[in-house]
């Protein structure tokens, strides 16, 4: 048997893990070492010469995530962030990316502040509209970079089809999978050329630990990831890896509780006075829950609200108990947030509006605690709200 001939509960336990040949130690080793001693000259031991390119404990990772998305090369780095960079730094100046523009806020401004001053070129389209996305295409472009669900208003694109344009078009396409998690959706398995991670969130989902991962079946574009981690070094250190690994072994259950937790959340939302608009792909009044539901398992925990002005959202978010107000998603335990204020904070309030990112927006991270607990703390916050 193979990681691939089991199913996901298994692979996200066993995937990339092997009892230590040493000492039989069930658990992977936290390889803390920057080199390792050489038998001979230039003969090093299975490869391992220096921890920036190879660390057991990253290893055991990156398998494990690889199996999880169905990918047969798993890159980690540093941050989420990170790893977009290694991807888009495959190009040169003077090539051009498409890409989501509801996409992660420290996406957008890497893009724009950082990776654009070198040359490289970016559209910002709304890739629900697929005809958008065909017509932003150039002849220099050499990546389409999606977001499926956004952060924080929900879009959803259609990834088979995305995956289409793209294979026509002879241009990778990319997803980052963040929100969905490689429990609910697997982009490769549609078509798609490489997956993104924040590890931070879902995947290690105990919000201890910053982290990023990219998942291929491209040769060509592993070799590039590989290159990356030893060419650039944003490479996270054994202590991380191995607790995203612990995080990993739970994703199956804690993604069965958020996906429960968050729908009924989101159907009680949509039912109460006080919230105008619920955003959450699960349920039927989502405009793309369709394309939802064929392509993901389940909805996440993550939630998205209009309250209709600063003053109600600012009142909620300061009155949870349980519900803490901070940034990041994707523990066990719940969060709130106000994305114009906080997440959203570096993209410039034109485009905020635009994309639909309003100050009486609020966004939650459910998280697995008992539910009832849950809709009590959101019921008396929304009592307090103007
Ligand atoms: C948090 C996040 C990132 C950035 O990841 P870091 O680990 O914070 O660098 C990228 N994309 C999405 C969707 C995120 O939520």
Not at 251 to 268: C, D, S
């Given at each position: 048997?193979?990681?691939?001939?089991?199913?996901?509960?298994?692979?996200?336990?066993?995937?990339?893990?092997?009892?230590?040949?040493?000492?039989?130690?069930?658990?992977?080793?936290?390889?803390?070492?920057?080199t390792?001693?050489?038998?001979?000259?230039?003969?090093?031991?299975?490869?391992?010469?220096?921890?920036?390119?190879?660390?057991?404990?990253?290893?055991?990772?990156?398998?494990?995530?690889?199996?999880?998305?169905?990918?047969?090369h798993?890159?980690?780095?540093?941050?989420?962030?990170?790893?977009?960079?290694?991807?888009?730094?495959?190009?040169?100046?003077?090539?051009?990316?498409?890409?989501?523009?509801?996409?992660?806020?420290?996406?957008?401004?890497?893009?724009?502040?950082?990776?654009?001053?070198?040359?490289?070129?970016?559209?910002?389209?709304?890739?629900r509209?697929?005809?958008?996305?065909?017509?932003?295409?150039?002849?220099?472009t050499?990546?389409?970079?999606?977001?499926?669900?956004?952060?924080?208003?929900?879009?959803?694109?259609?990834?088979?089809?995305?995956?289409?344009?793209?294979?026509?078009?002879?241009?990778p396409?990319?997803?980052?999978?963040t929100?969905?998690?490689?429990?609910?959706?697997?982009?490769?398995?549609?078509g798609?050329?490489?997956?993104?991670?924040?590890?931070?969130?879902?995947?290690?989902?105990?919000?201890?630990?910053?982290?990023?991962?990219?998942?291929?079946?491209?040769?060509?574009?592993?070799?590039?990831?590989?290159?990356?981690?030893?060419?650039?070094?944003?490479?996270?250190?054994?202590m991380?890896?191995?607790?995203?690994?612990?995080?990993?072994?739970?994703?199956?259950v804690?993604?069965?509780?958020?996906?429960?937790?968050?729908?009924?959340?989101?159907?009680?939302?949509?039912?109460?006075p006080?919230?105008?608009?619920?955003?959450?792909?699960?349920?039927?009044?989502?405009?793309?829950?369709?394309?939802?539901?064929?392509?993901?398992?389940?909805?996440?925990?993550?939630?998205?609200?209009?309250?209709?002005?600063?003053?109600?959202?600012?009142?909620?978010?300061?009155a949870?108990?349980?519900?803490?107000?901070?940034?990041?998603?994707?523990?066990?335990?719940?969060?709130?947030?106000?994305?114009?204020?906080?997440?959203?904070?570096?993209?410039?309030?034109?485009?905020?509006?635009?994309?639909?990112?309003?100050?009486?927006?609020?966004?939650?991270?459910?998280?697995?605690?008992?539910?009832?607990?849950?809709?009590?703390?959101?019921?008396?916050?929304?009592?307090?709200?103007?």
């Amino acid at each position: 048997m193979t990681d691939s001939d089991y199913r996901f509960a298994t692979r996200a336990i066993h995937a990339g893990q092997r009892p230590d040949p040493t000492t039989g130690a069930i658990m992977p080793p936290i390889y803390q070492t920057s080199t390792y001693v050489q038998p001979a000259l230039g003969e090093p031991l299975e490869g391992y010469e220096y921890a920036r390119v190879t660390n057991p404990t990253r290893h055991a990772l990156e398998a494990n995530v690889a199996a999880l998305e169905g990918g047969r090369h798993g890159i980690a780095f540093a941050s989420g962030l990170a790893a977009i960079e290694a991807i888009v730094k495959k190009l040169s100046a003077g090539d051009h990316v498409v890409t989501e523009e509801n996409t992660y806020g420290g996406t957008t401004r890497m893009f724009r502040t950082i990776l654009a001053r070198l040359g490289i070129d970016f559209a910002f389209v709304d890739t629900r509209d697929l005809d958008a996305l065909r017509a932003a295409i150039r002849p220099e472009t050499r990546l389409i970079h999606l977001e499926t669900p956004t952060n924080p208003m929900m879009r959803v694109t259609d990834l088979e089809a995305a995956a289409a344009i793209g294979r026509e078009a002879g241009i990778p396409t990319c997803v980052d999978n963040t929100f969905a998690s490689p429990y609910n959706q697997r982009p490769l398995e549609l078509g798609i050329d490489l997956v993104v991670h924040s590890t931070t969130k879902y995947l290690n989902g105990h919000s201890d630990v910053i982290g990023g991962l990219v998942v291929t079946s491209s040769d060509e574009w592993g070799e590039h990831l590989y290159y990356m981690q030893k060419a650039a070094g944003a490479v996270p250190g054994p202590m991380d890896a191995w607790l995203t690994l612990r995080g990993t072994k739970t994703l199956a259950v804690r993604m069965e509780a958020h996906n429960r937790n968050g729908l009924a959340i989101a159907e009680w939302l949509s039912a109460h006075p006080k919230v105008e608009e619920v955003y959450y792909p699960g349920l039927p009044s989502h405009p793309q829950h369709a394309l939802a539901r064929k392509q993901m398992k389940g909805f996440t925990g993550m939630i998205s609200l209009e309250l209709g002005g600063m003053a109600r959202a600012r009142a909620m978010v300061e009155a949870t108990r349980l519900f803490a107000l901070a940034e990041s998603l994707g523990g066990v335990e719940s969060l709130i947030g106000h994305p114009a204020i906080m997440t959203h904070a570096s993209v410039d309030p034109e485009r905020r509006a635009a994309m639909g990112i309003s100050d009486g927006l609020v966004r939650l991270s459910v998280g697995i605690e008992d539910v009832d607990d849950l809709r009590d703390d959101l019921e008396q916050a929304l009592a307090a709200a103007p």
